[in-house]
């Protein structure tokens, strides 16, 4: 009868496993100098080996030569322990077991020697689904248990497991399996079972994993009874519902080009061919992210599961491209993809997210902004390539208190409390030395009453200051106009820089001007 391929090549000892070392080296010590714990917590991602490793646990110390860090595999406690048929070995699915009753039934078991092995072991699995009551009544046998007996507790989710019984085992944390290490595992298994892979086909297979060698090795299964002893990187993304970099670069390549049409056909192409929007979504969040890393990086690097040729990829691909416009495209595909996890039309909120990347890709920083004030070339006038942050050409702080109220709004920004600052921005502020006074328009006051808010401002205003928000219409100071009185205040905003920048910014408002001459002297 056919066998799996993670079955049939699940470790069976220490030796055989890839990664987890802390792990490995930790417990083959512990059987060394004899300093085996009663009970254990395997905690981590699915398929990264933390029942396999409680079975070679229970082989190292039932085996007729150990306990051993080395079990022989041979004897009959060995190979009963492989085949999932030892009698002093209990492995109890906790997702089907989880009530008061069962557990009350392992407490006595517990009591009774084993019936041939050194040690009765008990593999709970999925620990975390066991109920309060039922982890109650198992919580002084697993504290004071008989000198033969072991718990191992596996779980995807440790949190869920209760602090007094963490407090009683010894817990081990199960990374996500190296990239290249599980494509080197892969090569080697296909070797064995004599099936033709190219290092791209198992580099797509390891990406299908995340980390996890029993998924990844699922996908070799699948793959092998699609395409047979030789198997096509096309072929596998097909089967899998993956997306090959080619086609997610044609995003890259019209963002690059502020290709909007570009897009929608991308969508079209997609929803032709019937592929899962929402999983396109997904991937494209991915690629934005390996871009950046490999930008960051600066070249090839392991926080990236690919290739090295898809790795080469990444980078010509994020060259067109500064961290910022990444960062903020990466930031937007998240947005798109949880918004199509509830949408009803999700062709429409695709095209939508995908037309707002090419129009973030079009905005212009505030430092070329403000440099296309030198008057050098008319470069304000054209589209701009992807740059670093959007222009926010702000409402001059035409509002009373406005250079404390243009710090505190820096502040805010730069804290991420975006509403809070668009608060501040429509609030008239009145400053004394004790109390700082906003007055909002009602929409805006929950935002200024935000815990966060206050020690900002206080941060900000450099002083212990109470803050008062009252209700309101804020009242703006007078526009300084060129016919004032002072006649370098009529020069000042006379200037053809000062003209531009007006230009460039209609809705600015200028609200003092001061003579730095009579300033310094």
């Known amino acids: ?44 991602q699915r398929g990264t080996g933390k029942t396999t490793v409680a079975r070679i646990m229970a082989r190292c110390l039932n085996c007729e030569q150990g306990p051993t860090a080395s ?134 297979l390891a990406q299908a994993g995340e980390g996890s060698v029993r998924d990844s090795l699922s996908a070799l299964d699948q793959a092998i009874a699609c395409c047979g002893t030789k198997l096509n990187a096309g072929e596998v993304r097909g089967l899998l519902g993956m997306f090959s970099l080619e086609s997610l670069g044609q995003i890259s390549k019209a963002l690059a080009a502020s290709d909007s049409g570009r897009m929608l056909e991308v969508v079209e192409e997609l929803d032709a061919n019937g592929r899962s929007l929402q999983h396109f979504a997904r991937e494209l969040a ?3 992210r390996n871009l950046l890393v490999v930008k960051i990086a600066g070249g090839p690097t392991r926080l990236v599961a690919a290739s090295p040729a898809e790795q080469q990829g990444l980078i010509e691909s994020a060259a067109p491209f500064t961290e910022e416009d990444l960062t903020r495209y990466l930031q937007l595909t998240l947005d798109l993809f949880r918004d199509l996890q509830n949408s009803l039309q999700p062709r429409l909120h695709l095209e939508i ?40 050409p702000p409402k001059a702080a035409a509002l009373s208190g406005g250079d404390l109220r243009s710090r505190l709004h820096a502040a805010l920004i730069e804290a991420k409390l ?44 450099g002083r212990p200051v109470r803050v008062t928000v009252k209700i309101g219409e804020p009242v703006e100071a007078p526009v300084a106009a060129p016919a004032r009185e002072d006649e370098a205040a009529g020069r000042a905003l006379s200037h053809p820089e000062v003209k531009r920048f007006q230009k460039m910014f209609p809705d600015s408002q200028v609200r003092a001007v001061r003579n730095l001459k009579e300033t310094q002297s």
């Open 1 to 44: 009868m056919y066998q799996v391929i993670a079955r049939k090549y699940r470790p069976q000892a220490f030796a055989e496993l890839i990664s987890q070392e802390h792990v490995k080296t930790t417990l083959e010590n512990a059987i060394a100098q004899r300093r085996i714990a009663h009970g254990y917590i395997f905690s981590g």
């Open 71 to 204: 079990p022989c595999g041979k004897c009959a406690s060995c190979t009963e322990i492989a085949a999932g048929s030892a009698m002093d070995v209990i492995e109890i699915d906790a997702a089907s077991n989880r009530g008061i009753n069962e557990m009350r039934e392992l407490r006595e078991s517990v009591r009774f020697r084993p019936s041939r092995d050194r040690y009765k072991v008990f593999i709970v699995d999925e620990a975390h689904q066991i109920t309060s009551e039922a982890f109650n009544a198992l919580l002084k046998t697993l504290e004071e248990p008989p000198e033969w007996v072991v718990f191992i507790l596996c779980t995807t989710e440790s949190h869920k497991i209760p602090s007094t019984i963490v407090s009683r085992c010894q817990q081990f944390s199960f990374r996500s399996v190296d990239f290249a290490s599980l494509v080197a595992r892969m090569e080697w298994i296909a070797q064995q079972e004599g099936i033709e892979a190219d290092a791209e086909v198992l580099s797509v």
């Open 286 to 288: 991915r690629y934005f």
């Open 353 to 392: 997210g995908l037309l707002r990347l090419v129009q973030a890709g079009k905005l212009q920083s505030i430092e070329e902004a403000l440099a296309g004030l030198s008057g050098a070339s008319p470069a304000a006038s054209k589209p701009m390539p992807p740059r670093a942050a959007p222009v926010a």
């Open 418 to 461: 975006t509403h809070v600052a668009d608060a501040v921005e429509h609030s008239a502020l009145a400053e004394s030395d004790a109390e700082l006074v906003f007055t909002t328009p009602k929409m805006y006051q929950m935002f200024l009453k935000q815990p966060e808010f206050e020690p900002v401002a206080r941060r900000v205003a």
